[in-house]
């Protein structure tokens, strides 16, 4: 678990899953839930509950429950006083077997407001009052890489922007809508990181490596400086990461403890968690390595660029 300002986190946590929701369920809240679903998912699901019992089972605020049989869809509920409530079915499946997702779930007064992917999916009104919500539980056929909770009341990450339903505003929609399938980002990628970098931002890049790939980066950027160069060289096997400061590379670094996380031909995400002292890397969910910070103002690092041999799918950050 991470701490600082706004922000906590719960790090790749082993799935069943069930946790402290940091601050608690108030107007503003986001909670971000950032894995992959396993290609073998039947169901799984993320429980916003009042407490952690099991017998007698704990009262559920909200059920989000994505389940892919007859063609796909998600089931919406609240477990009261022992028993299920009247479900809320949308038979729309925006998560795909073997992909990595983003689950951003803002929590508004009177209703949860959910994305998926940078798209809004679902809003769902309370029948439990947030004052009793102080845990968050996760099952099923998912692998879990991080779950952020972040004040976005006061935080400018995150932007305010309209779009469906209607003329509802949505302040964590910092991204277009998505499309039915996986999109492709068009490669070399740019963005900016409004508000740069802080303890506990993360970032979030997914997509596929090609057959024949040879190497891609991510960078961090602070100007002509690269605060974070993350290198995948596929005929080196490993990552090379290094930073690019006063035009000189400084000295790489190229350990890896569990062996190299990325392969040819196969889908990824990455995630990049910002700690005061490093960056912290997962790949697939999996803790990577830890690169030591070299640039000691982290707001600086305000862009981030991704090139090479690499098909972008979804970058959050």
Known sequence: MACSGLLVSHLKPSVPFTGPIYGGLQDGKMVIISGTVLHACGRF??????????????????????????????????????????????????????????IRILVKYNSFLVTVNGSHFVEYKHRIPLSRVDTIAVSGDVEVAVINFQDVATNAVFPPTQFAPGSTYHPYAAYPTGPSQPQTYTVP??????????????????????????????????????????????????????????????????????????????????????EAHCFKVAVNGQHQFEYNHRVPNLQQIDRLEVDGDVKLTYVQV
């Open 189 to 274: 990628y740019h963005t900016s990181i409004a508000g740069g970098l802080y303890p506990s931002r993360s970032i979030v890049v997914t997509g596929t490596v090609p057959s024949d790939a040879n190497r891609f980066h991510v960078n961090l950027n602070c100007g002509r400086d690269t605060a974070f160069h993350l290198n995948p060289r596929f005929s080196e096997n490993t990552i090379v990461r290094n930073s690019f400061l006063h035009q000189s590379w400084g000295s790489e670094e190229r350990g890896l403890p569990s062996g190299m996380p990325l392969f040819r031909g196969q889908n990824f995400m990455i995630l990049i968690l910002c």
């Open 45 to 102: 699901h993320i429980n916003f509950q009042c407490g952690s019992s099991q017998h007698p089972k704990s009262d559920i605020a909200f059920h989000f429950n994505p389940r892919f049989e007859e063609g796909g869809y998600v089931v919406c509920n609240t477990f009261e006083r022992q028993s299920w409530g009247k479900e809320e079915r949308k038979y729309q499946m925006p998560f795909f077997k073997g992909h990595p997702f983003e």
